[in-house]
C-alpha cells in the first residue's frame, strides 16, 4: 500500500507531496528496518529533487537517504579526458567559482580540482540498491532513467541510461569546509531516429498510458551530461532488445520498460 501510494503521488504533475504524512505511521521490522531510512520529510524532499529539476538546484553534495557500496576503489587516478568532463561539471554547477585541471588553462583566481576519485559499483537509495556496469553481479540493476532539461526548448524530457559507476569527488571551495559530491557516471541512449517511440497500451480508464518506448541502442558520446548527481536518478528500468523488420529492411531497438521506485517509510 505505501509503495502503491507512492507510486501515485510520483507519477502526477503535482508537487504537493502533503499525502506523505499519513505513511509515516509505523516502523518497520525486520529485515526491512536496516534500509528503512525515510521519514516523510525526507521523502518529501529528496521527490523534489528527482522530479522537478527546473526548481530544485543541486550539486550533488546535498544529503540523500542511501550509501555508497561496494565494490569500491578508492583514490582512483582520473584520465585527462574524464578531468576535463569534470571542469566542465563543476563549472556549470557553481557558476560564481572557475574550475579547472591541474597544469591546465583557466583564469588565475581559478580552483584546482583533484585527480583523484572513489568508485563504486553500487549505491543505495533509500531501500532501494542500483548496481553498475562496474559490478557484473548487479549489472541488471544499472539501467537508469533521469531527466534533463533541453537547450533548444527549456523542455524537461527523461532519458535512460546505463551506470558506468557511482562516485565520491571533494572539491574545496574558498571560504568553506571541503564538500563530498555523490555522484554517477551514465552514459545515456540515443532516441530513435524517429524521436523516441512510444507505444501506449489503453485501459477503460486511461487511454494514454505509456508503457514501453523504443529507443536506439547506442550511446551519446561521452560528455558533462553522463555526470550527474545520484539525486537525479529517477527510476531503473528493464531493457530488452526489439527488432522491427519489413520486406526490405530490419532494425533493433532498445525497449525500455519502467520500474516503479520501492520506498519504505517509517
Excluded at 35 to 64: C, H, K, P, V
Excluded at 111 to 135: A, D, L, P, T
Excluded at 177 to 184: D, Q, R, S, T, V
Aim: aromatic share 14%; net charge negative; with cysteine.
Amino acid at each position: 500500500m505505501n509503495d502503491n501510494q507512492i507510486s501515485s503521488i510520483i507519477n502526477s504533475n503535482s508537487v504537493n507531496t502533503k499525502g506523505l504524512d499519513i505513511l509515516d505511521t509505523r516502523p518497520s521490522v525486520g529485515s526491512i528496518s536496516e534500509t528503512d531510512e525515510f521519514t516523510s520529510d525526507e521523502m518529501a524532499r529528496y521527490l523534489l529533487y528527482s522530479q522537478n529539476i527546473n526548481e530544485s538546484l543541486i550539486s550533488g553534495y546535498e544529503a540523500f537517504p542511501g550509501e555508497m557500496m561496494r565494490p569500491s576503489s578508492e583514490n582512483i587516478l582520473m584520465s585527462s579526458e574524464m578531468l576535463d568532463l569534470m571542469v566542465d561539471y563543476y563549472n556549470a554547477t557553481y557558476p560564481t567559482y572557475n574550475f579547472r585541471k591541474p597544469f591546465g588553462e583557466g583564469p588565475e583566481n581559478s580552483i584546482i580540482i583533484s585527480v583523484r576519485m572513489s568508485q563504486f559499483g553500487r549505491c543505495r537509495i533509500g531501500s532501494e540498491i542500483f548496481g553498475s556496469k562496474m559490478s557484473s553481479r548487479h549489472i541488471k540493476s544499472s539501467f537508469v532513467t533521469a531527466k534533463f532539461i533541453t537547450d533548444d526548448d527549456n523542455n524537461v524530457e527523461s532519458y535512460p541510461g546505463q551506470v558506468q559507476y557511482f562516485f565520491k569527488y571533494t572539491i574545496n571551495l574558498p571560504d568553506h569546509e571541503p564538500f563530498e559530491h555523490f555522484l554517477a557516471f551514465i552514459r545515456w541512449y540515443q532516441p530513435a531516429s524517429l524521436e523516441s517511440i512510444r507505444y501506449h497500451f489503453s485501459s477503460d480508464n486511461d487511454y494514454n498510458t505509456c508503457n514501453v518506448e523504443l529507443w536506439n541502442n547506442e550511446f551519446y558520446q561521452e560528455s558533462r551530461d553522463c555526470i550527474i548527481p545520484v539525486h537525479h536518478i529517477l527510476s531503473r528500468f528493464i531493457p530488452v532488445n526489439y527488432r522491427i523488420s519489413d520486406q526490405r529492411n530490419a532494425r533493433e531497438y532498445l525497449a525500455v520498460n519502467q520500474i516503479n521506485r520501492k520506498y519504505h517509510i517509517r
